[in-house]
């Protein structure tokens, strides 16, 4: 979508928003899938409630795109405008043992920043890829860690009152993979509260996960990691792998050799081949073991 409203246009220099226009989401998204649209990239988080409410007066359609790591979006052009927070100098701010990081922090670096400070607790996140605005959305979560335990209060964007808000730790409930934010809630800050540790014990453990996910997960192969979340107390991947679908694709949409649960981009994967292969692993899982499992992998493809 070309955002041609005059008075949106002339009102985004001023609310400090830079427009990239045709902005491709096959660059901006790890399974390198999706069409092109305007983006627009937010530099104070201020502006938001005046961006969103000229958006809204218009009626022009819009989604806001985190790091891109766990999204399959559909490809042509696209009929929404895409909102990105630009990432904020200093990213993290530490005082004691409570970290405030900005939304758009990559979520490795926040691991390892506050590793050097000696501040732990979060090595099972390190090879959890995307932003600290993303993970705290779905609350992100890998060997026994899940980002929720550490957060103390969410600076966001409730879309409800089109305001600013802050959220402290017991008005938000963090579950697996689901939190208790609005589907356009957007996060803006976090603040975390992370245990005392020596950097060597933390690097310790961060060594331990990385080897973990190297020798189980295809790291260097374009995938929004998981794509079905897990039943409880069972794996998607061990089911799908039991199936005997791992190779199994949809032209270059394939189910990973190395970890079942992971579909890789094999080339140039279309969002309908990825979303055929999803449909049929799912079918197939469903006519065996009588589980519907659930996207982990957030859809735009409407
Ligand atoms: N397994 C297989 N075949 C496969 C994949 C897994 O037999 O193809 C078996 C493994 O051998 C293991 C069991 O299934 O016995 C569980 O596998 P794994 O330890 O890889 O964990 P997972 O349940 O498949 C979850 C998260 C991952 C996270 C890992 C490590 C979900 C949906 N997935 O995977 O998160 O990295 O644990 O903690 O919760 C993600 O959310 O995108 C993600 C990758």
Redesign the pocket.
Known sequence: MKLSEPRILAALPELGVERIGGASLAERTSLGIGGATDLLLIRRHSALPDLIALLRGAGVAYKFLGGGT?LLVRDGELPWVILQLARQEPEIRLEGNSAHVGAAADLGRTVTFCAKHDLGGME?LIG?PGTVGGALRMN?????TQIGSYVRQVELFRAAGVRIETLRENEISFEY?HTSFAPDDIMLAVKLELPSKPYREILQGIRICNE??RS??PLNQKSA??I???PPGG????M??ELGL?GFSVGDARVSDR????FVNAGHATCADMLSLIAQVRDRVHATYGFQLEN?VILWTQ
């Open positions: 766990n099972g959890v992100a979560g890998a060997y026994g993979r973990k996910r189980s997960q990691g998981c079905f979340k897990n794996s998607a991947g061990r799908i792998d791992k970890h079942a649960n992971f982990e």
